[in-house]
């Protein structure tokens, strides 16, 4: 087996992964539905190239779960917090939104992992979401000013996400109400609403961090 013919197959068998688990699960899935979909009449090259269907798997997982760090944060740090919230907000509605990335199989395997966690879940967030949600909650807590609490931050953490990933848990019903909207051709207008409407947030919070007047 040549090479190039032995990365086609890899691809293939991936891509069908992708596809078989999106619509199965991952409990549901199997290797002979998979192997079928990238047309392999090998049951035995899962194993052959990804050790298992856990192990094929956990890569989906590993790029789901990675796709947000594409976006360069080299400069995180020499941002203020303000420009590091911008350009979290936007890095996520294009990692969601662009090319209509939110109906994708991708986002459907995210969703049903979030309602049916696989075993490899904490170790995914151990490895992607920690780290990201660390330098996150500095960011807010540095916004809302000397005296913010971890919990007032996370607070505003969760605020926003539920912003930036509604359409893609909500899409079903939210594109009966209003179906001539596109996110995918929205997304850059999204981001500065989701921006505004979060600042003018974090200011009411401000509040509660310094007895009653913002700063």
């Known amino acids: 087996m040549s090479d190039q013919t032995s990365t086609d ?20 899935a199997t290797v002979r539905e998979i192997c079928k979909v990238a047309q392999s009449s090998n049951i035995n090259a899962i194993n052959y190239y ?17 796709s947000y760090d594409q976006f360069d944060q080299a400069d995180w740090d020499r ?11 936007n890095n996520f509605c294009a990692m969601l939104y662009r090319n209509n990335n939110f109906r994708s199989d991708i986002t459907a395997i995210f969703i049903k992992e979030m309602t049916c966690p696989s075993p490899f879940l904490e170790e995914m967030v151990d490895d ?5 949600v660390k330098r996150h909650l500095l960011m807010f807590q540095n916004l809302l000013g000397e005296g913010a609490t971890e919990d007032m ?8 996400a539920g912003q930036l990933l509604y359409y893609s848990f909500a899409w079903p019903v939210f594109s009966r ?3 001539d909207y596109s996110p ?26 310094h007895g009653g007047s913002s700063l």
Not at 9 to 28: N, P, S, V
Not at 53 to 60: P, R, S, V
Not at 195 to 203: N, T
Request: hydrophobic letters at 40%; one cysteine or more; charged letters at 30%.
């Open 9 to 28: 197959t890899r691809e293939k068998l991936f891509a069908a992964g992708i596809k078989i688990f999106a619509d199965k699960g991952y409990t549901e």
């Open 50 to 66: 990804f050790g298992s269907k856990e192990g094929l798997y956990k890569e989906i997982l590993e790029k789901i779960f990675s």
């Open 79 to 89: 941002k203020t917090p303000e420009q590091q919230l911008r350009m979290m907000i």
């Open 128 to 132: 992607y979401n920690r780290p990201r």
């Open 153 to 160: 931050a996370r607070d505003c953490l969760v605020s926003v």
């Open 177 to 179: 109400l209003f179906p």
């Open 184 to 209: 995918e051709q929205n997304y850059l207008s999204w981001a500065d609403h989701v921006y505004d409407f979060s600042l003018g947030g974090i200011e009411a919070m401000k509040k509660n961090v």
